[in-house]
């Protein structure tokens, strides 16, 4: 089984930047494709930036593309989301997905709990 957990998520004002972070831990054999989806209250669940393990590739949705950056870390089954220029409509609870690929949320097999992020003044 594999765990996945977030961190990195607070408070910060319009224009500002954010570093979320994920992990996986558990049974992670193999190395996973990765993504960072997003929630607010009221909507769905929305992709926002996905990267693929076996070269890289990174997708990012056209609301964050120029303003967020996935990353893979060092260490095996890490990911991180540089978030520059927030904006208030960038309010959501983030969740880092593993184990899948796409934009929908069905696509994705692991979840972790969510980390929230409120961009405020």
């Known amino acids: 089984q594999v765990q996945l957990v977030e961190s990195g998520g607070g408070l910060v004002q319009p224009g500002g930047s954010l570093r979320l972070s994920c992990a996986a831990s558990g049974r992670t054999f193999s190395s996973y494709n990765m993504g960072w989806f997003r929630q607010a209250p009221g909507k769905e669940r929305e992709f926002v930036a996905a990267?693929?393990?076996?070269?890289?590739?990174?997708v990012y949705a056209d609301s964050v593309k120029g303003r967020f950056t996935i990353s893979s870390g060092n260490a095996k089954n890490t990911v991180y989301l540089q978030m520059n220029s927030l904006k208030p409509e960038d309010t959501a609870i983030y969740y880092c997905?593993?184990?899948?690929?796409?934009?929908?949320?069905?696509?994705?097999?692991?979840w972790g709990q969510g980390t929230q992020v409120t961009v405020s003044s």
């Open positions: 990267i693929r393990w076996s070269d890289g590739n990174t």
């Open positions: 997905a593993a184990r899948g690929w796409g934009t929908v949320p069905g696509g994705w097999y692991n």
